[in-house]
């Protein structure tokens, strides 16, 4: 799992930013999460169950039978997953897509309601949401922009995105992703000069 955004990658979004602000009227903002959420609570399970395998295991074959042992075999795997980086790696390989994907798009919706609360309502508002742990991108805009810019050239974002990401980098995908949204907003809101 990603653990931090490079500085470099931070510096292109900031300069295609800059550069979007020139060109329209609307507020871009790009959001990049290393993950949407710390998965806590299927680690949690995930040591739960492993725990249990090698306490029952261990009961079976006598090796130990003592309730305050097992008990604590079951919290030492608990921990480990919480704990141990790559075991906490493999647990996350094994929630389903569609858990990651829902907790990305609650957080992608979180982080609109928090931007929208920081921009006048009139104002056009854009995000850019990737999550790199669950290989999630999503745009969400404003009602301004849906009333002007249909939903299909959002998707084309993402569907250009997505097939950068798998031969180039995550910052030459950025950058794209950010320039193609200008493009698209640049006739609908102009800058107001």
Known sequence: MVKSVSPELKETIAKAIAEAERRTS???????????????????????????????????????TGFPVLFGIQVAAIMAMLFVPFLGSL?????????????AARRAFEEFLIVS????????VVILYISLAERYVHVLHSRAILQ??????????????????????LQEACDAAIQRITR??????PVNR
């Open 184 to 189: 698209t907003l640049e006739p609908c809101f």
């Open 91 to 103: 647990c996350l390989k094994l929630i389903p897509k569609r858990v990651m994907h829902h907790h």
């Open 26 to 64: 609307a507020e871009v903002v790009v959001v990049v999460l290393p993950a949407s959420d710390p998965y806590q609570s299927h680690l949690m399970s995930y040591g739960l169950a492993l725990g249990s395998l090698i306490g029952m295991g261990l009961w079976t074959e006598k090796i130990v």
């Open 117 to 124: 609360r920081h921009v006048p309502a009139e104002r056009p």
């Open 148 to 169: 002007k810019v249909p939903n299909e050239a959002w998707e084309a974002v993402v569907q250009e995105f997505t097939a950068l990401m798998k031969k180039s980098s």
